[in-house]
């Protein structure tokens, strides 16, 4: 397709959600691995927007390989941001949004294309941007503030108020069973970075279930987790550098905690990024860990539980090794989970997590005593 017919799909897809308003420019935006993402300046705004200010908004083409149920989605978006999060200052005198759905004028949260595809608008959060790593230990304390403020402000939401959008997500036993099926069915070309892959899996199966058999047991509970909060998805004020927002709230469904916690720190405490080439260069950095640990827990605290802190550093151990399964089974399979931009870069990828693991595994008994330290309250300045 020419990049004139690609720009006028793209128009097409905004106006439903613009109907009065003028689109001036659209243009690609992010780094997702999922979805289709745009950046959408109008001429004048939606009428949910914010009258003065406001000039933007984001427009995405939902990938419905990975998102079977797009209204689901929608849905659990809404009642995430409807529920009095959207603007609501969770600490007096700070600033703190979540992007919102924006509707057609029918109501609509989706708007079908005539080949089939979805699309979705939403908020811009002005004012602010991501990084795709942490730049100091000030910003890995507001990143975690800000996944504190988040699960905080979600936990008196019952879990099943929310749909199960991606059944099995960040289940790792699930993510095993569908690798052994791949390695089945697929032959890949022998190398020494996909045996690497491959033995690395096969010494780490046994434990892979730790957060799965805690959670069967009754030690670990359903909440509602955002699912997907790497270091840039939170949005920074771009004058003062707090966090103001955590986007990208698709995966927003019940889970673990742990998930999330596991989450954000093998993605933020990894200072060479998820992209890296320069695999010798991969570690997880433990000062930021704990910057990250100080400011979720100043907001976290009251609602963890005993069991919780017990599974914190398995959490962060098994989420980086389970991406890094992910990448390497969809390397097997020919990319066709995570966008790649070519053949190897799933298997990249996946050595990276490999790597973070290795590193999160040899400093096992460092991180395991910071989490002791800050189980014990200390005041956190915000
Ligand atoms: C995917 O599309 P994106 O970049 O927001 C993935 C996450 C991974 C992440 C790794 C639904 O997120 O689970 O951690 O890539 N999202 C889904 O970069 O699978
Ligand atoms: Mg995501």
Same mark, same amino acid.
């Given at each position: #397709?020419?990049?004139?017919?690609?720009?006028?799909?793209?128009?097409?897809?905004?106006?439903?959600?613009?109907?009065?308003?003028?689109?001036?420019?659209?243009?690609?935006?992010?780094?997702?691995? =999922?979805?289709?993402?745009?950046? =959408?300046?109008?001429?004048?705004?939606?009428?949910?927007?914010?009258?003065?200010?406001?000039?933007?908004?984001?427009?995405?083409?939902?990938?419905?390989?990975?998102?079977?149920?797009?209204?689901?989605?929608?849905?659990?978006?809404?009642?995430?941001?409807?529920?009095?999060?959207?603007?609501?200052?969770?600490?007096?005198?700070?600033?703190?949004?979540?992007?919102?759905?924006?509707?057609?004028?029918?109501?609509?949260?989706?708007?079908?294309?005539?080949?089939?595809? +979805?699309?979705?608008?939403?908020? +811009?959060?002005?004012?602010?941007?991501?990084?795709?790593?942490?730049?100091?230990?000030?910003?890995?304390?507001?990143?975690?503030?800000?996944?504190?403020?988040?699960?905080?402000?979600?936990?008196?939401?019952?879990?099943?108020?929310?749909?199960?959008?991606?059944?099995?997500?960040?289940?790792?036993?699930?993510?095993?069973?569908?690798?052994?099926?791949?390695?089945?069915?697929?032959?890949?070309?022998?190398?020494?970075?996909?045996?690497?892959?491959?033995?690395?899996?096969?010494?780490?199966?046994?434990?892979?279930?730790?957060?799965?058999?805690?959670?069967?047991?009754?030690?670990?509970?359903?909440?509602?987790?955002?699912?997907?909060?790497?270091?840039?998805?939170?949005?920074?004020?771009?004058?003062?550098?707090?966090?103001?927002?955590?986007?990208?709230?698709?995966?927003?469904?019940?889970?673990?905690?742990?998930?999330? #916690?596991?989450?954000?720190?093998?993605?933020?405490?990894?200072?060479?990024?998820?992209?890296?080439?320069?695999? !010798?260069?991969?570690? +997880?950095?433990?000062?930021?860990?704990?910057?990250?640990?100080?400011?979720?827990?100043?907001?976290?605290?009251?609602?963890?539980?005993?069991?919780?802190?017990?599974?914190?550093?398995?959490?962060?151990?098994?989420?980086?090794?389970?991406?890094?399964?992910?990448?390497?089974?969809?390397?097997?399979?020919?990319?066709?989970? +995570?966008?790649?931009?070519?053949? !190897?870069?799933?298997?990249?990828?996946?050595? =990276?997590?490999?790597?973070?693991? !290795?590193?999160?595994?040899?400093?096992?008994?460092?991180?395991?005593?910071?989490?002791?330290?800050?189980?014990?309250?200390?005041?956190?300045?915000?």
């Amino acid at each position: #397709m020419t990049e004139a017919k690609i720009l006028e799909h793209l128009f097409a897809a905004a106006a439903p959600f613009i109907p009065q308003g003028r689109v001036i420019d659209i243009r690609e935006y992010g780094s997702g691995n =999922v979805h289709d993402t745009f950046l =959408v300046t109008v001429g004048r705004a939606h009428p949910a927007l914010d009258s003065i200010g406001d000039q933007h908004f984001i427009l995405q083409r939902l990938n419905t390989r990975v998102f079977r149920r797009p209204e689901a989605v929608m849905g659990n978006m809404r009642t995430v941001t409807e529920q009095g999060l959207a603007r609501n200052p969770p600490d007096p005198g700070r600033r703190w949004e979540l992007p919102r759905v924006l509707l057609t004028p029918e109501g609509r949260d989706l708007w079908v294309d005539p080949d089939g595809f +979805f699309w979705r608008a939403l908020s +811009f959060i002005e004012g602010a941007r991501t990084f795709d790593t942490i730049r100091d230990l000030d910003h890995a304390r507001e990143v975690g503030w800000a996944l504190g403020i988040f699960h905080r402000l979600l936990s008196d939401l019952p879990p099943d108020r929310l749909a199960d959008t991606l059944p099995g997500f960040h289940e790792t036993p699930g993510y095993l069973r569908r690798y052994d099926e791949v390695q089945a069915k697929h032959s890949y070309n022998r190398s020494p970075e996909a045996d690497y892959g491959i033995s690395f899996i096969r010494a780490r199966r046994a434990w892979a279930s730790v957060l799965e058999d805690a959670k069967a047991q009754g030690k670990l509970h359903l909440r509602p987790i955002h699912g997907d909060p790497k270091i840039n998805n939170f949005m920074m004020d771009t004058l003062t550098g707090q966090a103001v927002s955590l986007i990208d709230l698709d995966t927003v469904k019940p889970g673990l905690v742990h998930y999330d #916690m596991g989450d954000c720190l093998r993605s933020g405490a990894n200072l060479q990024g998820e992209e890296t080439v320069d695999l !010798e260069a991969v570690r +997880f950095d433990s000062d930021i860990c704990r910057a990250i640990l100080q400011g979720y827990l100043s907001q976290a605290r009251e609602f963890l539980t005993e069991n919780d802190y017990e599974y914190l550093y398995d959490a962060i151990r098994v989420i980086a090794f389970e991406l890094g399964l992910r990448f390497f089974t969809d390397y097997l399979e020919g990319n066709v989970y +995570f966008k790649a931009r070519h053949e !190897e870069h799933n298997l990249a990828r996946a050595l =990276v997590q490999f790597k973070l693991t !290795e590193s999160i595994e040899s400093q096992e008994t460092g991180i395991r005593a910071i989490i002791r330290g800050l189980r014990r309250p200390v005041s956190f300045q915000q």
